[in-house]
């Protein structure tokens, strides 16, 4: 079946440590997509590209970094220098003009 | 630039009740208007969508008209069900920015009770 797969479903990260997050696409979408969501709160967006090797900071890119080296692949690194990262994190992608498809999100805690 | 503003929750519901969520927006162009639903622990799923002004989307019973000039897309059911107990997330996108990420509101929780 097609979809999008984001692993791992929980995530702890320590002081000082940068983690890594895994999306991947095999609905052969050109843009993918990562939001950030907290409790109560809509979704924001961290970081979108629309093709491969390229990308394009969103609303709230501080702290993370992503690359696209692969159509069906879109990582997001929490960098250490994000302080405040406990979220649920989801990746999305799609194809021009069409909705989203979302997976089923990581969730990221401190330890 | 862009906004999407949601009733806040939660909103609670005895089955077979009529279903009401508001949601307006502010947006360039004309935006695409959607309604997403998340159920716990999972990712968002596209419930309805409407792409002019004046479309109907409609899914499992749910339906929303793009009003263009209330700028509204409320979510309407005319008989819930406990299954249906999710955050709804109202959002849109405008073509018009070149950036075709999705902007969401707040999201707007549902509680159905037996």
């Known amino acids: 079946d097609g979809g999008i797969t984001q692993s791992p479903k929980y995530l702890f990260r320590k002081e000082g440590q940068n983690v890594t997050l895994s999306c991947e696409q095999n609905l052969n979408h050109d843009a993918m997509y990562w939001y950030r969501q907290d409790p109560g709160q809509g979704l924001r967006l961290i970081y979108y590209?629309?093709?491969?090797?390229?990308?394009q900071k969103g609303d709230i890119a501080e702290g993370y970094s992503v690359s696209r080296e692969k159509k069906e692949s879109f990582p997001l690194t929490v960098t250490s220098a994000q302080k405040n990262p406990t979220a649920f994190y989801l990746c999305?992608?799609?194809?021009?003009?069409?909705?989203?498809?979302f997976g089923d999100g990581t969730r990221l805690s401190i330890l | 630039g862009n906004s999407v503003t949601q009733m806040e929750g939660p909103v609670t519901l005895s089955e077979e009740a009529f279903l009401t969520i508001n949601c307006t927006y502010t947006a360039t162009g004309y935006p695409s208007l959607f309604w997403y639903v998340q159920y716990p622990g999972e990712g968002l799923q596209l419930l309805l969508k409407a792409t002019k002004a004046d479309d109907k989307g409609s899914n499992k019973g749910f339906e929303a008209t793009y009003r263009k000039e209330t700028t509204s897309f409320h979510l309407e059911k005319g008989s819930v069900q406990v299954s249906d107990s999710a955050v709804y997330f109202c959002a849109l996108i405008s073509m018009d920015t070149g950036r075709r990420a999705l902007t969401f509101g707040s999201g707007t929780r549902l509680q159905v009770q037996p």
């Open positions: 999305a992608s799609s194809v021009p003009n069409q909705p989203q498809h």
């Open positions: 590209s629309q093709i491969v090797n390229d990308f």
